[in-house]
Every structure is written in structure tokens, then in C-alpha cells.
């Protein structure tokens, strides 16, 4: 008889999560060797537009809620790793909790991503992973109105300003709305 080890449920998920190449990136499941610059990044003023600073224990939770999310809704956003060097750099994609007002395409890069293009080239892949494989039909971004960065990206990746949206605990953010699928919302 022959005794065939089972994958652990961490595993198990990690598996189900699809990897998207792209040019210069994968985006892939979480690993808990995530953990240390996802909480490096939440506890620097940097996560200021997404919900921080916040202490380990917080930065934590939240990473064991986007990685949950994937369990729930089927989809989720990646975590961002460069294939040249192997290092994460943030993560991208898919997000609709309860308390959204739609499906969202979001982007967190940590401290060194930024002013490369990474955002952008993962961003135009995950919406397109939404539109052709999911088959949704629209998206939005959902932006600090203080964050230029986020906001100049969104219009760069064909988004336009699509009203206001009062989060409990966020506070006032813009809607951005990506363009529906076809040619120009592919990357």
C-alpha cells in the first residue's frame, strides 16, 4: 500500500489560486513568507490610504483576510512577486467585501515598488483576468481623494471618476470606473 502525504488546507488553497505572468511579474497566491513585508508595510505611514499604520497583530489579520477572500468569493487580489528576483512587492487585484459598493481592482505596493510600472503591469493584468475569465462587466477603484498616485494610475489604466463612495471606516473615496471589457481594457 502506498500512503500519499495530503496537501495541508494552506496548501490546498495556494494551489487553487491561479498564477498570472506577466512581462515582469507573477502574480500568485499568499505564502506565509509573505508576512513580514506585508506587516512591514502596514505598520510604515505608506499604508495610510489603505487602513494604516497598524500594529502586527492588525497587519496580520488583514493578511489573513485577503488570503481568505480568495476561499469566499473565488477570487482576490495576488501577491506581487518580481520573477527577475523573487522579491513581493505588493499586492494586486480582486476585491469585493460585504460594505463595497461593486467589485473592485485595487493595488498596494510596498516601500521600492513604486515609479516602475509594476502597479500598472499587474493592475491591466488582473483587470484582465476579471473581465475574460470571471466575466465581469465592470470594475471600479476605489481611491483616497488625497492619493495623486493611486489617482493618476487609475486614469492611466482608462478609469474615470465615477462619483464618491463614504466607507465606515475609510472615510470619503472616489469611484474610479475601469473602462467595460473590449481592446482598450486589455493590456
Request: proline residues 7%; contains cysteine; negative net charge.
Amino acid at each position: 500500500m502506498t500512503l500519499h502525504a495530503r496537501p495541508t488546507p494552506a496548501e490546498a488553497l495556494f494551489a487553487a489560486i491561479p498564477v498570472i505572468e506577466t512581462e515582469r511579474f507573477l502574480l500568485r497566491g499568499y505564502r506565509p513568507g509573505d508576512i513580514e513585508a506585508f506587516t512591514a508595510f502596514y505598520a510604515s505611514p505608506r499604508s495610510r490610504y489603505v487602513g494604516g499604520p497598524m500594529t502586527a497583530e492588525l497587519a496580520c489579520r488583514a493578511f489573513m483576510t485577503y488570503a481568505g477572500h480568495w476561499h469566499v468569493r473565488g477570487y482576490g487580489r495576488w501577491m506581487v512577486e518580481e520573477k527577475a528576483t523573487g522579491e513581493t512587492l505588493g499586492n494586486v487585484g480582486l476585491w469585493y467585501p460585504d460594505g463595497w459598493p461593486e467589485p473592485e481592482i485595487g493595488w498596494t505596493l510596498f516601500d521600492g515598488a513604486e515609479g516602475r510600472g509594476v502597479a500598472h503591469e499587474t493592475a491591466l493584468a488582473a483587470r484582465a483576468h476579471a473581465y475574460g475569465t470571471l466575466g465581469w462587466t465592470t470594475a471600479i477603484s476605489l481611491i483616497a481623494p488625497e492619493n495623486a498616485r493611486s489617482r493618476a494610475l487609475a486614469e492611466r489604466l482608462g478609469a474615470v471618476r465615477d462619483g464618491d463612495f463614504t466607507h465606515e471606516r475609510y472615510g470619503n473615496m472616489q469611484v474610479w470606473r475601469h473602462p467595460a471589457p473590449g481592446p482598450e481594457a486589455r493590456p
